[in-house]
C-alpha cells in the first residue's frame, strides 16, 4: 500500500460508535409542484460541489412552461411496447392506476407485528383505501387508508402502511384496492416462530441496450422467468414470504439515447463546459418522465407485475437502476451538474417506486422508524429480519461510491452497530451485495492477448471475442492494435461484467484516453482491495463474536455461481462465508469467450490468516445433463431461492433450461450454523 495514501478502513476493532442527535432534515424534494430546483444529488465520497454546481431559481410547475399537462406514454417506446412485453396500467375508480407493488418493511417479534406497504398510483388525487383480512378464525378485515407521500405531473403516489399481527400460525392474507375495482391479491405471512422463511432473490430484471427486440422477443420477454417465480410460489408449502431484488430492477441506461436534451450534452467539447453545462427546466422535466415512465411501464410487465403485487418486495440499488457505472466515474463527470441531477432524479422515482418513500419520509420516525441506517441522509443501507432466525444486511453501495470508495467508514461503522444490536436468536446474516464480493479476477488484457494469440489476426480475433465482455480488454486493443479493432467492440463492451457498455460509449464521448476500467465496479478491482478485505476482516469478526454464520447474495453479472471464504484446516468455523450469485433473472448471458476466461481466472486464492477464498464446482452438469467442462459459472438465465431448514440455510439456483422460462434447479447448497 502506498504510505501517502493511508487505508481509511482499519481491519482492527471498529471504533466506538457514538449516535449524534441529528440535525434537522429538510426533504430534498419539496411539496408539487416544484417552484424551484432541489439541490442536487452529492455522491458524498468526492468533495463537496462548489457555490458552481448550484442552481438558479426557476419557475417549474406540474405542467410544462404553462402548458397542458404533459401526456405520460409508456416507456420503452411505443414500438417496443407493441411488442407485448410490457402492459398499460389498469383502469379503476380512480382512473389510471399503476400498481399495487408490495413491499416487505420488517418484523417486530416481541410484540408479534409484521410491518409492510402497498404503493398504489392514480390519476386521480382522490384518497385510496385497502381492505386487508387473513385466512385464519376470529380476525376482522383491516381497512387502511393511504397516505400521499409524492406526485408527479397528474399522477399521485398513494402509500398504505401496513401493520399485521402476526400469530402462532402461518397465514395467507388478502387485500384489495378500492380505486382497482373486484382485484384482490394474496400474501403468505409466516407464523411469529417461524424459521422456515422461504424467499426468493434475482438481479437484472431487464435487458440492456444491446439486445435486440427480435432477440427479447426470442427470450420471451421481461416475464419468461418471473413466470417461473409465480408458479414455485403457487405451490402448496413452497410459497415466499419475501423476494429480495439484488439490483438493476429496471435498466435506466437508454436515458443517454432517448433524450435529446442529453445526447446533445455528449456533444460538447471540454471538461469544464460538460461540468458546468447549466441544468435546464426542459432536462428537469423530460428525465423525471423517462424515469416516471421507465417504472410504470416495466413493473406492469407480465407475470412480473403479479410478483410485485403477491410478494413482499425487499430492493437494493445498483448503477442500472441510474444508468450504467454511476459512481464509478472521474470526477469531473460524476460531480458535473448533468449526472448529479440526473442521479437526484432516479434516485427520488428510485425511492418512490423501490422503497415507497422519500428522503424526507426516510429520516422521520414513526412505523418506519430506523428502517434505513444513514450517516449523512442521502444513503439508503437497512437491516432487517426474514424470521426470528435470519437477518439481512443491505448495505447502499451505490450512493457514496466514487472511483476509489464503495462506502464510506462512516457507513461501515453505522452499520456494524446495527448488527451488534440483533436479537441472540440470529443464526444466519446474509449480507446482499449487488455486486459479488468472491469473483474470478481478470488477467492483464495484454496477458490475454498472449494466450488467445500472437499474431496480430488472432490476437484482434480474440479481442473481438472477448471485448464483447471486455470494455478493458477493449481499450487495450486499441493501444496495442489500433483504432479499428476498438470500433470493432465498442458496440457490445462489458457483457460479460454486467455492464451495459454506456460508460464505455460515454467516456469515450468525452475524450478520455480508451475506456474507463470497465472492473472499477466490482470489490476485487485493485482500488478496492482494501475496502473488500477490512470488510470480509469485520464480518468474520462479528460471526466470531456473536456466532453467527454471514453469506452473500449478489447478482450484476450475468452468469450464476457460488463462491466461499473458508479455513481448510477447520471448514465451518465462522470463517465459511457463501457467496451466492443470481443474475440475470432477464438479461442475456456474457459470450462463451468471456466465461471461459473467467474461469481460467477462478483460482483459489489466500485471503490471508489461514483463510482461503473459492468458486465452486456448482454445476457439474448442464441444463440438458450433458457434462460441462467448465463448472463454476453458468452462461444462462436465473434466480435463486432460499429457506432456512432447521438451524441451516439451504439455497438453490434455479436456471433456465433448453426450454424458454423453463428452469431447471441446482443445489442445495447447505450452510450450517456456527457452532
Not at 565 to 576: A, H, Q, S
Request: net charge neutral; with cysteine; charged share 15%.
Amino acid at each position: 500500500m502506498n504510505p501517502e495514501k493511508p487505508n481509511p478502513y482499519p481491519s482492527g476493532p471498529p471504533p466506538a460508535y457514538s449516535a449524534q442527535p441529528s440535525a434537522a432534515h429538510t426533504d430534498v424534494y419539496p411539496a408539487y409542484p416544484v417552484q424551484s430546483y432541489p439541490p442536487p444529488f452529492v455522491n458524498s465520497g468526492y468533495p463537496p460541489t462548489t457555490a458552481s454546481g448550484a442552481y438558479p431559481p426557476v419557475s417549474y410547475g406540474g405542467a410544462p412552461y404553462g402548458g397542458a399537462p404533459y401526456p405520460v406514454t409508456p416507456y420503452p417506446t411505443a414500438a417496443e411496447a407493441a411488442t407485448g412485453q410490457s402492459m398499460p396500467s389498469k383502469k379503476g375508480q380512480s382512473g389510471q392506476v399503476f400498481g399495487p407493488y408490495l413491499r416487505y418493511v420488517n418484523m417486530d417479534v416481541g410484540n408479534r407485528m409484521w410491518f409492510g406497504s402497498i404503493l398504489v398510483l392514480t390519476s386521480s388525487p382522490s384518497p385510496v383505501t385497502a381492505t386487508v383480512y387473513s385466512n385464519l378464525p376470529g380476525t376482522s378485515p383491516l381497512y387502511v387508508p393511504s397516505n400521499v407521500i409524492d406526485t408527479h405531473l397528474q399522477y399521485t403516489f398513494h402509500r398504505i402502511d401496513l401493520t399485521l399481527p402476526m400469530g402462532d400460525y402461518p397465514a395467507m392474507w388478502t387485500y384489495s384496492i378500492d380505486a382497482l375495482s373486484e382485484q384482490t391479491f394474496n400474501f403468505h405471512v409466516a407464523s411469529v416462530h417461524d424459521r422456515n422463511w422461504r424467499f426468493a432473490f434475482y438481479s437484472c430484471s431487464g435487458f440492456s441496450n444491446s439486445v435486440s427486440k427480435e432477440e427479447r422477443e426470442r427470450l420471451g420477454g421481461v416475464g419468461a422467468l418471473w413466470k417461473d417465480v409465480l408458479s414455485l410460489h403457487r405451490e402448496n408449502g413452497k410459497e415466499f414470504h419475501v423476494m429480495l431484488g439484488g439490483g438493476d430492477q429496471i435498466y435506466g441506461d437508454p436515458i443517454w439515447k432517448e433524450l435529446d436534451g442529453l445526447k446533445a450534452w455528449l456533444q460538447i467539447k471540454g471538461k469544464e463546459n460538460r461540468r458546468n453545462a447549466p441544468w435546464t427546466p426542459e432536462l428537469e422535466f423530460a428525465v423525471s418522465s423517462f424515469y416516471f415512465n421507465m417504472y410504470t411501464s416495466h413493473f406492469a410487465t407480465p407475470h412480473l407485475r403479479e410478483a410485485l403485487a403477491s410478494i413482499p418486495s425487499i430492493f437494493q440499488i445498483d448503477d442500472h437502476d441510474i444508468f450504467d457505472g454511476y459512481g464509478s466515474y472521474p470526477e469531473y463527470l460524476q460531480h458535473s451538474q448533468y449526472f448529479q441531477n440526473i442521479g437526484r432524479i432516479a434516485w427520488r422515482f428510485y425511492l418512490l417506486f423501490q422503497q415507497h418513500t422519500t428522503m424526507r419520509l426516510a429520516a422521520l420516525g414513526g412505523p418506519h422508524a430506523r428502517e434505513f441506517i444513514s450517516p449523512n441522509g442521502q444513503t439508503f443501507h437497512f437491516v432487517k429480519l426474514l424470521g426470528p432466525s435470519v437477518a439481512l444486511f443491505g448495505p447502499d453501495t451505490r450512493s457514496e461510491r466514487t472511483p476509489m470508495q464503495i462506502l464510506s467508514p462512516q457507513s461501515y461503522n453505522l452499520l456494524f452497530q446495527t448488527l451488534r444490536t440483533l436479537p441472540p436468536t440470529i443464526k444466519h446474516v446474509i449480507a446482499m451485495l449487488a455486486v459479488p464480493i468472491v469473483y474470478p479476477r481478470l488477467k492483464a488484457p495484454e496477458t490475454l492477448l498472449t494466450h488467445f494469440g500472437k499474431t496480430k489476426r488472432s490476437a484482434n480475433n480474440a479481442v473481438n471475442e472477448i471485448g464483447k465482455g471486455l470494455g478493458s480488454v477493449a481499450g487495450s486493443a486499441g493501444r496495442l492494435l489500433g483504432k479499428g479493432t476498438i470500433d470493432d467492440v465498442l458496440g457490445n463492451v462489458k457483457k460479460g461484467l454486467g455492464k451495459s457498455g454506456l460508460m464505455s460509449g460515454v467516456i469515450s464521448q468525452f475524450g478520455e484516453v480508451d475506456l474507463l476500467d470497465d472492473l472499477i465496479d466490482h470489490w476485487t478491482h485493485p482500488n478496492h482491495t482494501p475496502e473488500r478485505t477490512a470488510l470480509i476482516t469485520r464480518l468474520q469478526a462479528h460471526a466470531s463474536q456473536t456466532r453467527t454464520r454471514i453469506s452473500f447474495i449478489s447478482g450484476d453479472v450475468h452468469c450464476a455461481g457460488v463462491g466461499r471464504f473458508f479455513t481448510p484446516t477447520n471448514p465451518t468455523d465462522p470463517t465459511l462465508m457463501y457467496q451466492f450469485i443470481a443474475s440475470a433473472i432477464v438479461n442475456i448471458p456474457p459470450p462463451k469467450g468471456v466465461l471461459k476466461m473467467l474461469h481460467s481466472s477462478a483460482k483459489q486464492l489466500d485471503f490471508g490468516n489461514g483463510v482461503k477464498e473459492e468458486m465452486l464446482d456448482m454445476f457439474p452438469k448442464d441444463v440438458d445433463g450433458k457434462t460441462l467442462k467448465d463448472q463454476k459459472l453458468i452462461g444462462r438465465r436465473n434466480w435463486g431461492v432460499g429457506c432456512v431448514v432447521g438451524d441451516e440455510l439451504h439455497v438453490v439456483i434455479r436456471v433456465e433450461g433448453t426450454q424458454t422460462g423453463v428452469c431447471v434447479p441446482f443445489g442445495p447448497i447447505v450452510v450450517p450454523p456456527v457452532v
